[in-house]
T-cell receptor, first 117, second 115 residues
Framework: AQKVTQAQTEISVVEKEDVTLDCVYE???????LFWYKQPPSGELVFLIR??????QNEISGRYSWNFQKSTSSFNFTITASQVVDSAVYFC??????????????FGTGTKLQVIP | EAQVTQNPRYLITVTGKKLTVTCSQN?????MSWYRQDPGLGLRQIYY???????DKGDVPEGYKVSRKEKRNFPLILESPSPNQTSLYFC??????????????FGPGTRLTVL
């Protein structure tokens, strides 16, 4: 069965500090996708990034970067020079084929990030 | 505007009173899914649907039913709600996963309280 672990329940940083959110996953599939979503205090869920299991290239988007390592089954998310607007709950998710080849999605329990001004 | 809508946004009900939470998307997405979010447990998938008349159980389907008679709609039905179904519910949709595994677009959430 697939599993996603976000061991950090809550993190507090001071504005402008860098912060890394950890995500460790388990799957028996060779083809799968990993995602990060952001849930700000307003409650909506916002897609941030998708990475497939065959693409281990790290990605950078502005202050955000993602480090995917299959060897350690990790897909960590780093925010550089954090800002108050980054305060949110961040979810890591794993998608793989369920029974019959359909898409089943498993989310981690989320990491609540608080950026203090 | 491309969006996923849910109704109602807030609902307080009593144990055993059947209810339906509607979900509709205007993006012609094949895949739709329901999740519940509980403190400390993250989001857990209840049911998902690959297309019209095709549904499958997620991780926590007990006590819920779904139907997919039209592509745009995916209602969540609680035949006999119980207090342990008090939660925040999200509907989501995406284009056909197939080999793409596209990201999901989420509705605004429905906060359900069962007394």
């Amino acid at each position: 069965a697939q599993k996603v672990t976000q061991a950090q329940t809550e993190i507090s940083v001071v504005e402008k500090e860098d912060v890394t959110l950890d995500c460790v996953y388990e799957t028996r599939d060779t083809t799968y996708y990993l995602f990060w979503y952001k849930q700000p205090p307003s409650g909506e869920l916002v897609f941030l990034i998708r990475r497939n299991s065959f693409d281990e290239q790290n990605e950078i988007s502005g202050r955000y970067s993602w480090n995917f390592q299959k060897s350690t089954s990790s897909f960590n998310f780093t925010i550089t020079a954090s800002q108050v607007v980054d305060s949110a709950v961040y979810f890591c998710a794993l998608s793989e084929a369920g029974s019959g080849g359909y898409q089943k999605v498993t989310f981690g329990t989320g990491t609540k990030l608080q950026v203090i001004p | 505007e491309a969006q996923v809508t849910q109704n109602p946004r807030y609902l307080i009900t009593v144990t055993g009173k059947k209810l339906t939470v509607t979900c509709s998307q205007n993006m012609n997405h094949e895949y739709m899914s329901w999740y519940r979010q509980d403190p400390g447990l993250g989001l857990r998938q209840i049911y998902y649907s690959m297309n019209v008349e095709v549904t499958d159980k997620g991780d926590v389907p007990e006590g819920y039913k779904v139907s997919r008679k039209e592509k745009r709609n995916f209602p969540l039905i609680l035949e006999s709600p119980s207090p342990n179904q008090t939660s925040l519910y999200f509907c989501a949709s995406s284009t056909s996963p197939g080999l793409s595994y596209n990201e999901q677009f989420f509705g605004p959430g429905t906060r359900l309280t069962v007394l």
